[in-house]
């Protein structure tokens, strides 16, 4: 007796052998060593000339490999219609978060998973969460990896897929938590793309044959976490980039890798510098437009137009009295952060904000509303005039009391007649809405002619002075 049948199975069989009947099924028995083995037994009873039952012939058959492997070809196309079930239940426009969770809630139906959880790996190495879910369903807010864990996990998903008994990590994330959930193995499958390593899939479970149990599903994480690299392997591509870009960035925050220069604005009539606008030069020679650009897909572009409009009116302290200081700002700043307000009036000059064209105006009322909010008030320009349908919407929603030029329009327009045409209407339209044009990139004496002739006020550009650090325009009568 192995102590796997009830007594009344035993019961069963006996009442068949003492009514002169065989009886036949599968048992589980014990051997001499104490392990378990399968067995198919035919039990006789041998009776005399009388009828009586003298003794029993039993034949049996060891089937605990042949069960095994029934065992494992069910438990494979369970895994099988699982993972199938996964792939139709996805959905193609899912976020690489939800797809992560949806992969993860699949796993979970595999037996005696506790918890399941895609991390993938950054540029740096460090493991980062994608989803974690747990069988009971309760909500787990994702941890990163430490580094040194990361490294390890790296090291090993390199080799391929492997289980382990857990052991308690007081610094691990979720130590305390599977604690709580009674895990005592752990299991981890890579996720790979093109041949190379971008991530793990983990699973945990508990229970005495936790780890034997996982072993044996290991196959089956594999193909989930195959699964994982086929729908997420771009979206991690991508998260690496962005992850790399928003580093980048943060560094040039953090350093201060950028200084402000400014270019004069003119009166065309009197040559008198009457304002500066303020521009930034990052110390790798970035393109500022393309820098901001990355800043505002990194998720940083107010942290670096803060930084770069702090340094700015710090240094315009040193430019001539008088001037106004023209500073690029984007209309999500001005609307959704109250420390350009407190920047603002650290400025030692009238201050004009530039909008900047690259994101686009979703409300145009809340940003009338967060200008007029402004103390000491500020004055408006809007770029690129002439340049698109954007830009006139720029003009007519927001009133700005300077219009600037599109360098477009100013290269050539001595012997332009329809540049001219065009300049001479955007001047006359300025003028009806109490607006005065800065015409923009202004290189030589002949475009400064024609523009004074159609009677644009102001101008910049190379021919008025190029972009310099401060204290080249500190001293008067400087050309930058």
Same mark, same amino acid.
């Given at each position: 007796?192995?102590?796997?049948?009830?007594? +009344?199975?035993?019961?069963?069989?006996?009442? +068949?052998?003492?009514?002169?009947?065989?009886?036949?099924?599968?048992?589980?028995?014990?051997?001499?060593?104490?392990?378990?083995?399968?067995?198919?037994?035919?039990?006789?009873?041998?009776?005399?000339?009388?009828?009586?039952?003298?003794?029993?012939?039993? %034949?049996?058959?060891?089937?605990?490999?042949?069960?095994?492997?029934?065992?494992?070809?069910?438990?494979?196309?369970?895994?099988?219609?699982?993972?199938?079930?996964?792939?139709?239940?996805?959905?193609?426009?899912?976020?690489?978060?939800?797809?992560?969770?949806?992969?993860?809630?699949?796993?979970?139906?595999?037996?005696?998973?506790?918890?399941?959880?895609?991390?993938?790996?950054?540029?740096?190495?460090?493991?980062?969460?994608?989803?974690?879910?747990?069988?009971?369903?309760?909500?787990?807010?994702?941890?990163?990896?430490?580094?040194?864990?990361?490294?390890?996990?790296?090291?090993?998903?390199?080799?391929?897929?492997?289980?382990?008994?857990? %052991?308690?990590?007081?610094?691990?994330?979720?130590?305390?938590?599977?604690?709580?959930?009674? !895990?005592?193995?752990?299991?981890?499958?890579?996720?790979?793309?093109?041949?190379?390593?971008?991530?793990?899939?983990?699973?945990?479970?508990?229970?005495?044959?936790?780890?034997?149990?996982?072993?044996?599903? $290991?196959?089956?994480?594999?193909?989930?976490?195959?699964?994982?690299?086929?729908?997420?392997?771009?979206?991690?591509?991508? $998260?690496?980039?962005?992850?790399?870009?928003?580093?980048? #960035?943060?560094?040039?925050?953090?350093?201060?890798?950028?200084?402000? =220069?400014?270019?004069?604005?003119?009166?065309?009539?009197?040559?008198?510098?009457?304002?500066?606008?303020? &521009?930034?030069?990052?110390?790798?020679?970035?393109?500022?437009?393309?820098?901001?650009?990355?800043?505002?897909?990194?998720? /940083?572009?107010?942290?670096?137009?803060?930084?770069? &409009?702090?340094?700015?009116?710090?240094?315009?302290?040193?430019?001539?009295?008088?001037?106004? &200081?023209?500073?690029?700002? +984007?209309?999500?700043?001005?609307?959704?952060?109250?420390?350009?307000?407190? &920047?603002?009036?650290?400025?030692?000059?009238? !201050? !004009?904000?530039?909008?900047?064209?690259?994101?686009? !105006?979703?409300?145009?009322?809340?940003?009338?509303?967060?200008?007029?909010?402004?103390?000491?008030?500020?004055?408006?320009? %809007?770029?690129?005039?002439? +340049?698109?349908?954007?830009?006139?919407?720029?003009?007519?929603? /927001?009133?700005?009391?300077?219009?600037?030029?599109?360098?477009?329009?100013?290269?050539? #327009?001595?012997?332009?007649?329809?540049?001219?045409?065009?300049?001479?209407?955007?001047?006359?339209?300025?003028?009806?809405?109490?607006?005065?044009?800065?015409?923009?990139?202004?290189?030589?004496?002949?475009?400064?002619?024609?523009?004074?002739?159609?009677? =644009?006020?102001?101008?910049?550009?190379?021919?008025?002075?190029?972009?310099?650090?401060?204290?080249?325009?500190?001293?008067?009568?400087?050309?930058?």
């Amino acid at each position: 007796k192995s102590g796997v049948q009830t007594p +009344s199975f035993y019961a069963a069989m006996w009442a +068949s052998l003492a009514s002169g009947a065989s009886f036949t099924s599968e048992l589980t028995n014990r051997r001499k060593d104490g392990t378990f083995y399968r067995e198919e037994a035919v039990i006789s009873p041998v009776v005399d000339e009388d009828g009586a039952i003298t003794s029993y012939v039993a %034949v049996k058959r060891d089937v605990t490999r042949e069960r095994a492997m029934e065992a494992a070809h069910d438990r494979l196309a369970t895994q099988r219609a699982l993972i199938a079930k996964t792939l139709a239940d996805l959905k193609a426009d899912s976020s690489s978060a939800a797809t992560a969770e949806a992969i993860c809630r699949q796993v979970l139906n595999l037996p005696g998973i506790a918890s399941a959880n895609i991390n993938y790996f950054t540029a740096q190495g460090l493991a980062m969460p994608l989803a974690f879910v747990r069988a009971d369903g309760a909500s787990v807010a994702a941890r990163r990896v430490p580094a040194n864990r990361s490294r390890v996990l790296r090291e090993r998903a390199g080799r391929g897929a492997w289980a382990e008994p857990w %052991v308690r990590r007081p610094w691990h994330p979720y130590d305390r938590l599977f604690a709580e959930l009674g !895990v005592t193995a752990v299991a981890h499958a890579p996720i790979t793309l093109g041949g190379g390593l971008i991530g793990t899939l983990s699973v945990s479970a508990g229970g005495l044959d936790a780890l034997a149990g996982l072993t044996e599903s $290991l196959p089956a994480i594999a193909e989930f976490a195959g699964i994982a690299g086929a729908l997420l392997g771009a979206a991690i591509l991508d $998260l690496n980039q962005v992850g790399g870009t928003r580093a980048r #960035i943060a560094d040039i925050i953090r350093y201060a890798s950028f200084h402000p =220069v400014f270019q004069p604005i003119v009166d065309v009539t009197s040559g008198e510098r009457v304002g500066y606008e303020a &521009l930034t030069r990052f110390t790798n020679e970035g393109r500022p437009d393309a820098v901001f650009r990355e800043a505002r897909e990194a998720g /940083l572009e107010t942290e670096l137009e803060l930084a770069t &409009l702090r340094a700015a009116i710090a240094a315009a302290a040193g430019l001539p009295a008088g001037a106004w &200081l023209s500073l690029n700002v +984007s209309p999500t700043l001005v609307i959704g952060d109250k420390q350009i307000a407190r &920047l603002l009036r650290t400025a030692d000059r009238p !201050v !004009v904000l530039e909008i900047t064209e690259h994101v686009p !105006v979703a409300d145009y009322a809340a940003l009338r509303v967060a200008i007029g909010r402004l103390r000491p008030p500020v004055r408006v320009a %809007v770029d690129d005039a002439g +340049s698109g349908a954007a830009n006139l919407s720029h003009i007519v929603e /927001l009133r700005p009391t300077f219009v600037k030029l599109d360098i477009g329009l100013v290269r050539g #327009i001595e012997t332009d007649l329809t540049r001219k045409a065009m300049v001479f209407g955007l001047e006359h339209f300025a003028a009806e809405s109490h607006s005065q044009m800065v015409a923009e990139g202004v290189e030589t004496e002949a475009e400064l002619a024609a523009l004074r002739a159609i009677g =644009v006020r102001y101008a910049q550009g190379y021919l008025l002075g190029q972009p310099a650090r401060v204290a080249d325009w500190a001293a008067p009568g400087s050309t930058g």
